[in-house]
């Protein structure tokens, strides 16, 4: 019997700056005519304050052998450094050459219902919602759409208020 254990890193974030990090997976190929090539999940972690910094440990509960593919969000004042890393082994490598990533702020005067999106079945998405000045993550309203048998999800947005929206894509 093999027993698969998780690995840890930790990060500190000076005062001020908030880190989020999403791990990336590929979908399985038998989902890939039907759902995106790429999925996010979100690391979960412990927070340490340590003077006015705070240490982030994070958690990879399935490590892989050929590493686990890495994003990673700081939020800073009217501003995100993003970047990108593996977990390989007990190392975290993060890039010297940024990878170019596309993302949109959302914005709105209204209250609106941010576009519709498909899960995959383990509940998995491609695309996340991040409130710049928490760090926390938009839930989406999930729902199941019996037309096309999918779980799907709608995120709500607060008027007059930014937003960071990433989707990890092929090329």
Partial sequence: MEITQGKHFSITDPKGINTVIYQVNKTKKEYLDRYPKYTLERLDFTSEL???????TYFVDEPIPEGNQLVIFSFGKEKVV????ILIGD???ISKK?????FDTLYSEE???FKEFNYTPNLKRAISIID???GEEVKPRLYFDEKTNEVKGKCKLKPYKSYF???IREK
């Fill in 165 to 167: 929206a990433f989707e």
């Fill in 91 to 93: 190392q975290v490598k």
């Fill in 132 to 134: 710049p000045e928490t």
């Fill in 98 to 102: 940024p990878i170019p990533f596309k």
């Fill in 50 to 56: 340590r003077g006015e910094s705070t240490r982030k």
């Fill in 111 to 113: 209250e609106i219902e």
């Fill in 82 to 85: 993003i970047n990108n890393g």
